[in-house]
């Protein structure tokens, strides 16, 4: 499948977000492995560098609070 620029941005954009929201709900489960929790928390840290490189730093902060919360409920 072809997308045109906008909808392929819009579509990661979206992913991108969509993933935060099941980390930051995993971030505050018990029952996650720690491994899964730590690969999510790399995977978040790294779209959150991509969206900021990219102009996208409106998600910044509450990216990093999920980091935090997956990393604190890893130890």
Do not use: C
């Not at 690969?39 to 490189?53: K, M, T």
């Not at 980091?67 to 604190?72: D, T, V, Y």
């Amino acid at each position: 499948m072809k997308l045109p620029q906008d909808q392929l941005e819009r579509l990661a954009l979206h992913s991108a977000f969509g993933l935060h929201q099941i980390a930051k709900w995993m971030s505050e489960r018990t029952d996650v492995d720690p491994e899964i929790r730590e690969r999510l928390r790399i995977h978040i840290a790294a779209i959150d560098g991509v969206l900021s490189h990219n102009g996208h730093d409106w998600i910044t902060e509450e990216i990093e609070k999920t980091e935090a919360a997956l990393r604190a409920a890893a130890e």
